[in-house]
Nanobody, 120 residues
Framework: QVQLVESGGDLVQPGGSLRLSCAAS????????MTWYRQAPGKERELVAT???????SYADSVKGRFTISRDNAKNTVYLQMNSLKPEDTAVYYC??????????????WGQGTQVTVSS
């Protein structure tokens, strides 16, 4: 089965930086797209950044210029480099991957979430 394992969440002061990682393992032929979402208390889950298999990226307006999404296809891993962090970035961050497992079989999978807290 496909499993996503996230790491990198932490407590950081405003203006600081963090790098989140999400590694996929299991029955994987390729990963078509990988996306970071986040959910803060009392708010709905929102898309943060996404990257396609060929490297095309898109970002939420709130993180443009501060966050960078990247991927290492050899490691089936996606990263989210977060700079100039603000208290508004505090949330649980989730990794999502659209996985091609075999010819004719694909699915979407979620990581367990990792807590990012930005506070003085």
């Amino acid at each position: 089965q496909v499993q996503l394992v996230e790491s990198g969440g932490d407590l950081v002061q405003p203006g600081g930086s963090l790098r989140l990682s999400c590694a996929a393992s299991g029955r994987i032929f390729s990963i078509n797209a990988m996306t970071w979402y986040r959910q803060a208390p009392g708010k709905e889950r929102e898309l943060v950044a996404t990257i396609t298999s060929v490297g095309s990226t898109s970002y939420a307006d709130s993180v443009k210029g501060r966050f960078t999404i990247s991927r290492d296809n050899a490691k089936n891993t996606v990263y989210l480099q977060m700079n100039s962090l603000k208290p508004e970035d505090t949330a649980v961050y989730y990794c999502n991957a659209n996985v091609q497992m075999t010819v004719g079989r694909r699915g979407a999978y979620w990581g367990q979430g990792t807590q990012v807290t930005v506070s003085s």
